[in-house]
């Protein structure tokens, strides 16, 4: 079972499941394919019987498939009792999310879950969850309560510790529910469920009408649930699971004792200039990524981030080589046929600096370094939310982050303000006279002289 049936999903998650059934000739494993925020998928797959195209683009592209791993897509708004339902089905042995990081309901001020949350009260209150967190833990609660056997749950999405994490935050859940509820819960789930962490890595742009025109012309056919890729994905797995799998190595899965380091490396570096990239492409006016890192400061910046700036703060898992992983990366950011809006990527700003930027950023000032281009990647952030209209500003926390801007739009009247965010920015690290000085100044050159001041510092500052 998936929650979260998006294009990234389908590209990633359901290919590697298909992948492993061709590769072991295990055929018994489907995918029941849960949508969270919107019904679209889910009925663009029912008439379609599950089936969709993965069309990928760039250089060594594979010829178009049509994927058949998933056997089922419903509405998790539209039914959610029965999302509980199948969650505590005995067939279903593996749950698997990509609920992106706002749909977490993160509180950021402990790291656990945000109980003061609308929804997730509403899913304590006793509603048919809708939050993914709720409907996995009253779906565990009913599993415990009928003996349905155990079960593994795997986060797919892009946080450290995504397993662990998701286990506290369901373990958190079930420890808001009333005491008699709880305690039969939280024993159960000791001994039948486990969280393993994992690393999720493929390039899955929004699909537009131009894809799937374009798609419809090679295929012959009319596929509304298709979905564009570049060729790369990978899939690193912490082999911790409760029940029966997919045999996802037979499909090139690497299954590690060593997850951590491979996020660190995908989100200080991947995400990290990817973000960069989106922010630094909005303020000159660039449409796509790969408009953004054609521009030659651009990619110096980014390049320079992760090798000044990330590098010597993480620790890399054994086997992956630094200057061929970054060169990988530009690489891969370079592909046009992908079209990844800097709109898109820039999208949820506030849930993603502190994972992909923040640590950086702290890592260098702990060791007494300027982290000088990951304060370019946050002023840019900055400089993005400050120039967007409220109503346009694509982020969970928008009406907050629009509350504290100053009438002044001044370098330093907006760094000060948006530094006292601290659903963003702790206390120390907002303090921090360096990271405040490094923000202003950057967010003075991009609001000020913009393209050509950046290319300018950039390049000799």
Known sequence: MHLGLGAFARAHTAVFTENAMLATGESGWGITGVTQRSDTVARQLAPQDGLFTVAERGEGAAPLRVVSSIVDAISGR????????LIAAPETLVVTLTITEKGYRIDPQTGSLNLEDEEVRADLGGRAPLMAIGQIARGLQQRSRTGAGALTVVSCDNLPGNGELTEKLVRAFVAALPAGEAEPVTAWLDMHVTFPSTMVDRMVPATTAGDLDAVERELGLRDEAAVVAEPFMQWIIEDNFAAARPRWEGAGALFSSDVPAWEAAKLRLLNASHSLLAYL?????KTTISDAVAEEAFFTAARRMMTEDVLPTITLPEGLDADEYCAQVLTRFA???????????GSDGSQKIGLRLLSTVRGNLDAGREPRWAALAVAAWMRHVAATP????????AAELQAVLPVSRSAADVVTALLGCRSIFDSELAAHPGFADLLIHWYSIIDTHGLDGLRKEITHG
């Open 281 to 285: 492409g909005l303020a000159a006016g």
């Open 78 to 85: 539209d039914n959610p009792a029965a999302v509980v339902d």
């Open 335 to 345: 592909n046009p046929a992908l079209g990844h809006t800097t709109a898109k990527v």
């Open 390 to 397: 409220a109503e346009k500003l694509d982020d969970p926390l």
